[in-house]
């Protein structure tokens, strides 16, 4: 019986662990995947680490044009002579093109891969980026930017899938690189090809609560947000959306409750504009998912819990006044 | 007389070594008989010739005569041959005449070493005494320390030709009897020739199918004297400079005689080090394995990066690479153990630098599987038990089999199995892996780390039973 058992166990671990094993310098890590469509092929292009003693971040780019993409895989695997991992894939790059027909498509060939996870962060371009752009710099300007400025946001794929699911409108950094290659970003709107402006891009950030410190001027006062969290609450009658903010004011008036209400009232307008022209379909599905009974989405109300941390009082604004 | 002195070359099979002498004492014949490489000839020659050769005066005892005379304090008369044979070779004088009877004079020639310093179980701190192959010697270190009449000895003989003297110690007042009794039931039932070494009995007595000791074994005879005092029981086999300590816990393995010699926060610092590094002697090439070969996604691009480049042009598969390593490790560790002293530095720096930074140039192994691997063993050596660093190199072999096979799953299971091992492992029926499971509180405060115990300093209660608290009883 003992030695039964111990030739099933053999057999088993022969037939099965073998499977999975693969020494490191038989595996090509892919740092970069730009997905691409021309009619009804797909463009490929891979940017597979090949590290050497001299070089550790040395990279190879590779382009491969097939009907599928697990035929582009395959392929792949036959001309690069490595086995393609995708989990340390630090980009993924898709053309318009590719989102707008593809999504399903994509999503499923990710979540179908063994060796992927699905964590990595996502941009939107018109063309295949060219040689020479690097993922790290890509991703830093990205990064600074939702820091400093709050325009562009890292949008991982595991996001993409579940605004996907939820069928809520997806947004995507865009990167416009200019003829120097130097990177301008801006949001992009996914399903309609639409492109936010600066300022609702900004706006969209604050209110996904993916940037806190947003800068404006209205009435020739500039307001800092410099801490923010915005929370959206359905409840039967109405749809809540609560923003708690710390602001610092640079201004020629003193008067507190009425910058405060320039403050409220300038960001209700703008938000209101951005839900009402951007993300209203995302609003009729937070309003089914809440209320799947009620026929008509309720209005959204807007509550504020301002903090004037500071109100500077600038000459220099009174004289423009 | 004749047929006496033939009866005895027979049963002794004519052996070199056997003395015989011929002398008259009071005006009888009498012959002794000792064998010269147990005896000591100057207590024979000063201490019974002389003397006896002064003996002129008739008497009707002889036997009786010569032991009141004769200095010594061990010095019997038997009638039966077959327990003078077995006192020839107890290193006695036999001496007898034509008439019934033979009279057994202790006069046994020192064959020990003194006691001298630790060799293994080094402490920074504590006594540094160690046990020798005496077993009265032995017993004297232990009762130098325990001066109480609540240490008993009893004494039995195992071996059929070596009739070795096993001394089985506790202390009356804690130890369990049941214990005791298991004890002295599984020596009686050993069946052997000779018992050269304590661990001859250890072999016998542990569990069979356990790689992990569950016998102690020590050197010194403080841990002797502490463990009494738990409530277990020592047994000392003469011609062994190591006792064993029964029962053995998991958690003991990790005790070191430093440990008690020094704040408890140092105990508990370097007791939690000790456990890292069982895990990490076992684990560490598998993990190693794992991430280069299955689970590439557990460890960051940067590494990964860098260990492909290490990698590179490297002939071998990893797993193989790994084998090679340990392979290489364990004769450099068994060559290093043979060899004398004297030469053994050297061949340690021509095995652990030259080899190892010449097998990286020619690209036969990659620089971290001889850190993975360096790491791996050094860690396995915090421990001082031999069984234990032999179970803690299996172990690390069949992981890293798992690993190869199964990468971080085969891992987790070939871990999901060591518990299971040594939780199922017991010690003369305690459990193995007590005070953690079970907990036994309070002997959990001094398991994998050494808390206050408070005012009450209590025993384990597994074991002591009769006197749990330590000290003068409140």
Not at chain 1, 242 to 249: A, C, F, G, R
Request: aromatic share 10%.
């Amino acid at each position: 019986m003992k030695r039964k058992l111990f030739f099933l166990i053999l057999i088993l671990m022969l037939f099965t662990g073998c499977d999975t094993y693969k020494d490191l310098d038989k595996i090509g890590l892919v740092s970069l995947l730009q997905i691409d469509k021309k009619e009804n092929d797909y463009l490929l292009s891979f940017d597979i680490i090949t590290p050497t003693k001299e070089d550790e971040q040395k990279r190879e780019r590779l382009q491969i044009t097939c009907s599928n993409l697990d035929t582009c895989r395959d392929t792949l695997y036959l001309e690069s002579n490595h086995r393609i991992y995708l989990e340390h894939l630090e980009l993924l790059v898709l053309t318009n093109r590719i989102t707008k027909e593809d999504l399903p498509y994509l999503i499923n060939f990710f979540l179908e891969q063994k060796n992927s996870r699905t964590s990595f962060p996502v941009i939107m371009q018109k063309e295949l980026l060219k040689e020479g752009s690097t993922t790290d710099e890509i991703l830093r300007f990205i990064e600074v930017n939702q820091e400093e400025m709050g325009i562009l946001s890292i949008v991982s794929f595991d996001d993409i899938i579940q605004t996907y699911l939820q069928k809520d409108p997806i947004y995507l950094p865009y990167l416009a690189f200019s003829e120097k290659e130097k990177a301008l970003g801006m949001m992009g709107m996914l399903d309609e090809n639409d492109l936010l402006n600066k300022e609702e891009s900004i706006l969209y950030n604050f209110f996904l609560n993916q940037t806190k410190t947003v800068s404006f001027f209205q009435e020739d006062t500039q307001f800092s947000i410099i801490d923010s969290s915005v929370d959206t609450k359905v409840s039967e009658k109405e749809i809540t959306i609560t923003i708690n903010s710390s602001i610092q004011i640079l201004s020629c008036e003193e008067n507190k409750i009425k910058l405060k209400r320039i403050y409220e009232e300038y960001l209700q307008e703008k938000l209101k504009s951005l839900l009402d022209n951007h993300l209203s379909s995302y609003f009729d599905h937070l309003w089914k998912r809440h209320q799947p009974f009620s026929k008509e989405r309720k209005e959204i109300s807007f509550q504020f819990h301002t903090n004037i941390e500071k109100i500077q009082k600038e000459a220099f604004l009174c004289k423009i006044k | 007389m004749n047929d006496k002195i033939e009866q005895f070359k027979k049963a002794c099979g004519n052996s070199t070594d056997l003395v015989i002498r011929r002398m008259k004492v009071a005006s009888k014949e009498v012959c002794i008989l000792f064998s010269e490489v147990l005896v000591s000839s100057e207590i024979v020659n000063d201490f019974i010739l002389k003397r006896l050769a002064v003996m002129t005066e008739d008497t009707r005892d002889l036997f009786e005569k010569i032991r009141e005379t004769l200095p010594s304090s061990n010095i019997q008369k038997t009638m039966e041959f077959s327990d003078t044979i077995q006192k020839l070779y107890d290193g006695f004088a036999i001496l007898f005449t034509e008439e019934e009877g033979y009279l057994t004079i202790e006069a046994k020639l020192s064959l020990d070493r003194g006691v001298e310093s630790v060799e293994n179980e080094v402490a920074i701190l504590g006594p540094k005494d160690s046990f020798t192959e005496n077993l009265n010697k032995n017993l004297g270190l232990m009762r130098k320390r325990i001066r109480t009449s609540n240490l008993v000895i009893q004494s039995m003989s195992i071996g059929e030709e070596s009739h070795t003297k096993i001394a089985i110690c506790y202390m009356k007042d804690i130890c369990k009897e049941e214990l005791v009794e298991e004890i002295l039931q599984k020596l009686q039932e050993i069946s052997i020739d000779i018992i050269m070494d304590a661990t001859y009995l250890k072999e016998r007595m542990s569990e069979k199918d356990s790689l992990f000791p569950t016998i102690h074994t020590t050197e010194r005879p403080d841990m002797a004297s502490f463990a009494l005092l738990e409530g277990k029981v020592v047994l000392v086999i003469d011609n062994s400079p190591y006792v064993l300590i029964i029962p053995t816990f998991f958690t003991d393995l990790f005790h070191t005689p430093d440990d008690y010699y020094q704040k408890n926060i140092n105990t508990t610092f370097t007791r939690l080090l000790r456990l890292f590094a069982f895990f990490l002697s076992i684990f560490l090439p598998a993990y190693y394995i794992s991430i280069t070969t299955h689970n590439h996604n557990a460890i960051s691009l940067d590494i990964l990066i860098n260990l492909i480049v290490q990698r590179q042009n490297v002939p071998f598969p990893a797993f193989f690479e790994a084998i090679l390593m340990i392979l290489a490790f364990e004769i450099l560790r068994e060559s290093d153990i043979r060899i004398p002293s004297k030469t053994g530095t050297s061949v340690s720096i021509l095995g652990g630098l030259i080899l190892g930074d010449a097998a990286v140039s020619a690209g036969i192994i990659s620089p971290m599987m001889i850190l993975v691997i360096a790491i791996s063993a050094i860690s396995s050596f915090v421990f001082t038990s031999t069984t234990m660093i032999n179970a803690i190199r299996y172990y690390r072999f069949f992981i890293l089999f798992l690993a190869t096979f199964f990468g971080l799953y085969g891992l987790f299971i070939g871990f999901v199995f060591l518990i299971l091992r040594l939780a199922r492992l017991n010690s003369f029926g305690f459990f193995y892996l007590s005070p953690v499971a079970p907990i036994i509180t309070p002997e959990i405060k001094d398991s994998f780390v050494r808390l206050s115990k408070g005012k009450k300093q209590l025993r384990n209660p597994l074991l002591a039973e009769k006197k749990m608290e330590r000290g003068k009883s409140s």
